[in-house]
Structures are given as structure tokens and as C-alpha cells.
């Protein structure tokens, strides 16, 4: 059994053009690079998540006044009443199980505060009272935005929401039937394709038995001075688990040649 890790950062302006659709944060499905057989599960970390606000649309919402007689709940309840009893934006958040069905687990009031018009938010603590929220396969981060009688966001406010998730990908490698397919590899004077997309690949192996270094790589501009890997003479390489899925290139600078083993699922 293998376990991936993939580290993302989550960076989302909420402007006017996507205000008035669902915005996904963060969407815990298998990342594009891994490939897809024998997936036991894609576990999402969401570890941290913020809101920056400057909302100058609206007019200013005044300082609580709050005096040295009040009680900590009248100081609550004065917050509470500049927070939610001013012009005001709604910034809902969101979360699905499964990709599609949504259900909101908070909401934040965006003010323009008097005095100082720029404002930072807390967003995890709406989904988890931990260090991290355990997001499942395929569960999904979102928000929208909602006009509660003082309209939307407009050209002269900013919102960013930002953040960021560990993806940990469990693979079960018992569940693979391999097959090897060994093959010699006649590299011309130039960046050859060494190994073509497949989302089968399990295992890769070269030995370079030429007289010549071989640049391996990932895209086509691979040569001996953009590459991954360089493969002396007489030196062999394992490509680590799981596999890349894409086209893998060679480059020689002069006619060579090199075993390659790759193996597939079946």
C-alpha cells in the first residue's frame, strides 16, 4: 500500500464575473498527474482558510460603542448589531459530501468599518473545531455570495479567500496485475518520445547501457540542458511510484541506445 501526499494552496478573487455563481475552494477529487487504478481513497486536509476584505461600496458602519459598564454580553450584542444591522454583503460557506448536494455551515458579514476599511477572517472554524477539516473522496469546499438587501460586490471592493489542503492519496498496490514489457530503445540525435501516455503505467525502469548520457523529461523541449533526468552510461533509473501517466521523453545528443522495462495494469 502507497500513500501520496499533494500539498495545494487555495487563491480565489471573488470578483464581479464570478459572484454570481457557486465558487469551489477546494474540490478533494484524484489530482490529474496520478493515475487512477487501484484508488483506495483521496482524503482531503483542509488546514487553513481566510477571507481579506476591503469593501468600499457600502456605506461605513460605525465603531461599536462599547463602555467600561458593559458585561460581556452587552459587548457581544453591540458587536453583533454593527456586524449584522449594517449595509452589509454575505459571504455564505459551503460544503458537499459528494460534489453535487450543497448544505451551508456559515456565514460572514462583510461591512466597510469605520476608520480602517480592511478586514481578516477566519473560515476554518466553520468547518472544523481542529487543526485541519477531514474532507472525503470527492467532498467539495464552496461559497457564494448572497445579496441581503445591499446588493453585491462591485468594482471598488476586493475579496480573497485563500488557504491551504494536503490531498492524501491511498493506493493499493496488491490489487495490480502487472505485466512487463521490456523493449530497446533507438534514440536518434535529437528529443525522442521514450515511453507514451498511458493511464495504466505501475512501473518504470531504464538502464542505459550506450556510451552516451541520456536526458529523460516530461516535455517535448527535452535536451541535455531542460530535463529531469540524466542517466550516465552504464547507470539505470526506477521511476518512483505512481508513475508519471503522460509522455516521457529521451534526448541524446548523439545516436544511443537504451533498455527500457515498463510495466501496466491489466
Known sequence: MNVINVNKAIAV????????NRIILFDNTLPSNIPNTNIISVNG????????SEINSLATA???????????QDRLIKIMNIEWG????????EFSSNGINFIKVGAISLISQQGYPYRNYSLLDFYTDGLAAEIGTNGKVACSIKDVGHGKLTSADTLTIYGSVTQEVVIDDLLT???????????????NTLISDASNKTGLTIFNGSDEAVFIGYTATTNNTDYSIRLSSG???????????????AYSVNASTIQVTEFRSV
Open 86 to 93: 449594517n449595509p452589509r454583503i454575505q459571504l455564505d460557506l
Open 13 to 20: 478573487d471573488i470578483t464581479t464575473s464570478n459572484q454570481d
Open 45 to 52: 486536509f483542509l488546514k487553513n482558510l481566510k477571507a481579506f
Open 235 to 249: 547507470k539505470g533509473y526506477e521511476f518512483p511510484v505512481p508513475v508519471y501517466s503522460g509522455d516521457i521523453y
Open 177 to 191: 496485475n502487472n505485466v512487463a514489457i521490456p523493449a530497446t530503445k533507438n534514440l536518434l540525435a535529437a528529443t
Open 62 to 72: 460605525p465603531l461599536p460603542a462599547i463602555t467600561l459598564e458593559d458585561t460581556d
